[in-house]
RNA sequence: GCGCCCGUAGCUCAGCUGGAUAGAGCAUGGGAUUUCUAAUCCCAGGGUCGUGGGUUCGAGUCCCACCGGGCGUACCA
């Protein structure tokens, strides 16, 4: 969507750049040679065409077609009526003359099958381009050319509830992105947009005046308002099975059976700006907020920002009365709706027929507020894909109040589910808290880690690996998976210490570590040493071409919103070391040999480091 | 009813705007260690990509129909 057309110009003649991108250099070579065709007639290329012809170009499946493949001869030639092979020809003929071509990568030689062009890169380039890597800070990865302004809104938990597992895609999905495109060179602005006005907190209010218990609230408030909303949400919901298993639930429904409308009523007061509601709402909200503050941390997350719903509610009433004004929206059945797909389509409702504002309400305010103040080119809204018909309508809605061209994306994923193929829920049928579930992470590996480990770690020590591994293993489970499907959640999987886990990329870290701490091995020394990578086992470039496309797959997470693809990517480069390092020895190697492995391991555990904790998921020097 | 998403190895999943012989991990079977951390590596078996049509040089990927599952569909967020 948005990358490909902001990497690197093609470089001239001459001097490797310092940061390259073999696969953008090549597109950009490919552009040329494609261009060249085109001013000749010899093909018919748009401009618009160009990008995705360009797209054509990756990395080839296997490894005994070279290293990148271009496959646009083959649908090219049939629009202009030549023989495949023959177009391809032509192609390699113009691309292997492009200036800076001959310094990167080998002649493609001939078109091969019915016309694929593969291309390898030349060793010394290759050499070169890692050898500039391990001296580099950003490990070989240029920053975008042109950045923008992107607001990042996820995580969005009610503030009154506890946090449970559904909040943690969101969470980690959005917190991974934001990492990812600030490194990529974006201003990034994250927002967590707390839901800090709704219902839930009708419940506590409710449940505040019949039901509290000061001692408890004095001694630990989080605690005393999570039983609150519990316990008031049952009462409130009234399901004869629920108040069946909760006595005290059932006493107090049957002592209040008007319990439902009153919390809806407490809610109500409160948005009215009733003063002993709105003052309850100013004592709770600072321990509320302590309590998620208390789990981001341990996730190591964090916000720029935390608008939530409250913050945006003095602009409800323009927003209904602007788009009432336009003739966008207009009264139907006592509410207020923008109808954006005729009258039988259901409408965007902005305004209850009790004059009560909604969720899109807010979600309109809020885009109007953060294009007012931050001027984002991009909102990615990192939410469950459920509502995706809601933002489908509030985009389309704020794109006809013309809002600019702001780039407004849904960024959806799907549930997480239980063995049993259903929303993942307790033996109980109750929500995972998402404390309960960190905390069986951690405890579960740190029964892993004394089962499997080294020894010699002090207890202080042990919990740490506990913690990075067991956070770690929850966090990567989740970005290993495609964000748009549901999937199952199985902590025996993900603290697995072998397969596509945070425990096997923790590990190969680790063991990078070791061979440095083990041959006391002074890395600055390795980084700022002027040798040269050498690639002579067919391991160590294998090891190599996997290191400097660190930059490409940054660029595909960014293009979909997809931090699967990293996770992806670093298995895969945690494999070429792991092959690496089984079957070539390091320190043992003489010369030049060992130090140019000795780069390549250095190279290898920052860019995995630096590549989890893109994924805001953290590593330990001994395992 | 309508709309969106999904169906790939025994299990959990990849598969990048159609590209070469559909890939991993787990599980199963075999092999490698006087260790630079074996929490590793190497090899093998395992598939009519839900079914049936279509589009084309080429379909897991695009189109149509059907089967099966999930989600959404006017006053929750």
């Not at 062009?117 to 490990?139: G, M, P, W, Y």
């Not at 321990?287 to 913050?311: M, N, P, T």
């Not at 990078?512 to 002579?536: F, M, N, P, W």
Request: proline share 4%; aromatic share 6%.
């Amino acid at each position: 969507m948005t990358s490909g057309r902001s990497e690197q110009p093609p470089r001239a003649v001459g001097e490797l750049p310092s940061r390259v991108n073999f696969r953008a250099s090549l597109r950009a070579m490919f552009a040329a040679a494609l261009e060249g065709l085109a001013a000749d007639g010899v093909i018919a290329v748009a401009p618009d065409d160009l990008p995705g012809l360009l797209q054509q170009v990756r990395e080839s499946a296997d490894p005994k077609h070279g290293d990148y493949s271009g496959t646009m001869a083959m649908g090219l030639a049939k629009r202009a009526g030549r023989k495949p092979r023959e177009l391809a020809a032509e192609i390699i003929r113009r691309l292997e003359v492009v200036p800076g071509y001959a310094g990167l990568f080998e002649p493609p030689g001939d078109p091969v099958g019915p016309g694929f062009i593969n291309v390898r890169v030349k060793d010394e380039a290759l050499a070169a381009a890692v050898t500039a890597a391990v001296a580099d800070d950003r490990l070989g990865v240029a920053a975008v050319a042109e950045p923008q302004t992107v607001v990042i809104d996820f995580s969005s938990p009610n503030v009154a509830k506890p946090m449970h597992v559904g909040h943690i895609r969101s969470t980690v999905i959005g917190d991974a992105l934001a990492r990812i495109l600030r490194f990529r060179g974006h201003q990034v602005i994250t927002d967590n947009h707390l839901g800090d006005w709704g219902t839930q907190f009708g419940m506590i209010l409710w449940g505040w005046k019949h039901c509290r218990d000061e001692a408890a609230y004095a001694a630990n408030p989080t605690a005393e308002l999570g039983r609150l909303y519990r316990l008031v949400r049952k009462v409130a919901d009234a399901k004869p099975e629920e108040l069946a298993a909760d006595p005290e639930a059932a006493a107090l429904a049957a002592a209040h059976p008007e319990a439902g409308r009153e919390v809806l009523a407490e809610t109500a007061r409160l948005h009215a700006g009733d003063a002993e509601n709105r003052g309850l709402w100013e004592q709770f909200m600072p321990v509320c907020l302590a309590e998620i503050e208390r789990l981001y941390r341990r996730l190591d997350v964090s916000f720029d920002h935390q608008l939530g719903e409250s913050f945006f509610q003095p602009m409800l009433a323009g927003v209904v009365d602007d788009l009432l004004a336009s003739g966008l929206a207009r009264e139907s059945r006592g509410a207020v709706g923008v109808f954006l797909d005729g009258e039988e389509e259901p409408p965007l409702l902005i305004r209850k027929a009790d004059g009560a504002f909604l969720y899109a309400t807010t979600d309109l305010a809020t885009i109007q507020w953060r294009l007012e103040h931050w001027r984002p080119d991009r909102i990615l809204y990192v939410v469950d894909h459920r509502q995706g018909r809601h933002f489908e309508q509030v985009f389309e809605t704020a794109r006809r109040q013309g809002l600019g061209d702001v780039e407004l994306v849904h960024v959806g994923f799907g549930t997480v589910l239980g063995d049993d193929g259903r929303p993942f829920k307790t033996r109980a049928g109750d929500t995972v808290g998402l404390e309960a579930l960190l905390d069986e992470g951690v405890e579960r590996a740190a029964r892993v880690v004394a089962e499997a480990g080294r020894g010699e770690m002090d207890e202080q020590m042990r919990q740490r690996v506990a913690e990075t591994v067991g956070i770690g293993a929850i966090k990567y489970a989740d970005l290993s998976q495609n964000r748009t499907t549901d999937y199952v959640f199985s902590f025996d999987k993900m603290l697995q210490l072998t397969g596509n886990t945070a425990a096997y990329m923790q590990y190969a870290v680790a063991r990078v570590e070791g061979i440095c701490s083990k041959g006391r091995v002074d890395r600055e020394a390795v980084r700022t040493a002027a040798g040269c990578v050498r690639l002579e086992a067919a391991q160590e470039r294998a090891l190599a071409l996997a290191l400097v496309r660190f930059a490409e797959v940054l660029e595909d997470v960014e293009a979909d919103n997809r931090p699967n693809l990293l996770t992806a990517w670093l298995y895969d480069l945690a494999g070429h070391y792991s092959s690496f390092y089984d079957s070539l020895p390091v320190l043992k190697a003489e010369g030049d040999a060992c130090s140019s492995r000795l780069a390549l391991c250095d190279l290898t555990g920052r860019v995995l480091r630096h590549g989890l904790g893109l994924l805001g998921i953290g590593t330990v020097e001994r395992m």
